[in-house]
């Protein structure tokens, strides 16, 4: 017998409370953070592409000036986006990494994390959301040489067709991709070949510039469809699907690697994890860039563990080797994410307590040197009105005289 228990009353739905927790800012303040946000990115961009254009001829003077000259404007947008994420989207940034990267990372005075990674590497990273290589962007910075001005990424080709910031790109000597490996593979082996050119001192010493290549092997950000691809890709070649992260496409790693082996010894690998994101949930939907630079509600930590490979032990002589050695290599980073959606912590590097906090992590915020570094980005600008200004007044006075 069926007992009536009256009118039900509706459910309401579960709030869903952000991990950063509430917007900190309300929308006229929004609107404000945006304008501000707008005015001081867009006017960087454009001193830096006026920049670059100031040095473009340098293309056909002295090659390795130009390219000495690029990497300056490279580093300007290195310190924008380190200042944007200052100013906008503070954030901290928690690291470890295991015993191959031991002493390679550790805590200055001023309370700044620095990097002596080398000054030629490859860095491979897990892909969660579209601000990734931001952070990994500011590692350059805080590495020791500064390396933010060497860093080269491997891009969409739709990319390059944005007004100016995709021409600035190109200046940067950033890789385009078509995803079309046919169509690729030329145009990547003809950009690569580039970061191998040898140079040589007047004292005849040969070296190689800087160059921090970093790729993402899994090729596109954690999402719903990308775990639905991963899974199915799992399903075809026979394979077990990841948890966490993405099953790793190995066919542009491999080739990379294969055409810097002998003019790199490593391979850094960065598993990245943001404080918040429920297990089975991307962050993606959770960090995005209005919350993060407008709302107030950028992650509260985001996390790297780091791992360094030799391009030596590596089996780059065969392509099934290579993708079964990248596969074992996401299938531990998975379980590295595991401890992370567990603990709230990745592992602790095994370093002596001198050097990292007592947990076994270093801890630091994305922020500049020093304060109003970013004025750096205007400089060459700066020079070339001063000189202008005093051939204008030359002229002027010339034609004075002679008149």
Request: charged share 20%; with cysteine.
């Amino acid at each position: 017998m069926t007992v009536a228990n009256g009118p039900q009353r509706a459910t309401k739905p579960a709030v869903t409370v952000h991990p950063s927790g509430r917007e900190k800012y309300g929308r006229g303040t929004q609107v404000l953070r945006g304008l501000s946000f707008g005015l001081y990115f867009t006017m960087c961009c454009l001193a830096i592409f006026a920049t670059q254009l100031v040095g473009a001829p340098l293309y056909w003077v002295d090659r390795d000036l130009y390219y000495a000259y690029m990497a300056l404007t490279k580093q300007s947008f290195g310190l924008t986006i380190t200042t944007m994420t200052q100013w906008w989207g503070p954030t901290t940034i928690r690291i470890s990494g295991d015993a191959s990267v031991a002493g390679q990372m550790k805590k200055t005075k001023d309370g700044r994390v620095e990097f002596s990674f080398p000054d030629r590497m490859v860095m491979i990273a897990n892909h969660q959301i579209y601000t990734d290589w931001l952070y990994l962007w500011w590692v350059g910075y805080a590495n020791s040489p500064q390396m933010h001005g060497h860093l080269y990424i491997i891009l969409k080709e739709s990319l390059k067709y944005i007004p100016i910031v995709g021409i600035g790109m190109m200046f940067y000597g950033f890789i385009f991709m078509s995803r079309k490996m046919a169509t690729d593979q030329p145009r990547l082996a003809h950009r690569l070949r580039k970061l191998q050119t040898a140079h040589t001192t007047p004292g005849g010493t040969r070296y190689l510039d800087p160059m921090w290549l970093l790729l993402f092997p899994e090729g596109t950000n954690a999402s719903q469809n990308g775990r639905n691809k991963s899974a199915k890709w799992a399903e075809k070649i026979g394979v077990k699907d990841l948890e966490h992260l993405l099953l790793p496409r190995s066919t542009g790693t491999y080739f990379c690697l294969n055409e810097l082996k002998d003019t790199v010894d490593y391979v850094y690998d960065c598993t990245v994890a943001y404080e918040g994101v429920p297990r089975g949930k991307f962050g993606e939907s959770i960090f995005t860039l209005a919350g993060t630079y407008f709302r107030g509600q950028p992650p509260k930590s985001v996390n790297f563990y780091w791992r360094r490979f030799r391009i030596a032990d590596i089996p780059l002589d065969n392509a099934e080797k290579f993708d079964e050695w990248l596969r074992e290599r996401w299938y531990e980073k998975d379980a590295i994410m595991e401890q992370y959606i567990s603990t709230g912590r990745f592992p602790s590097t095994p370093e002596t307590a001198a050097n990292m906090s007592q947990e076994g992590f270093l801890e630091t915020e994305v922020r500049t040197r020093y304060h109003l570094e970013f004025l750096q980005i205007f400089s060459v600008l700066g020079v070339v009105a001063l000189l202008l200004n005093i051939a204008l007044k030359l002229w002027h006075r010339l034609v004075s005289i002679i008149g």
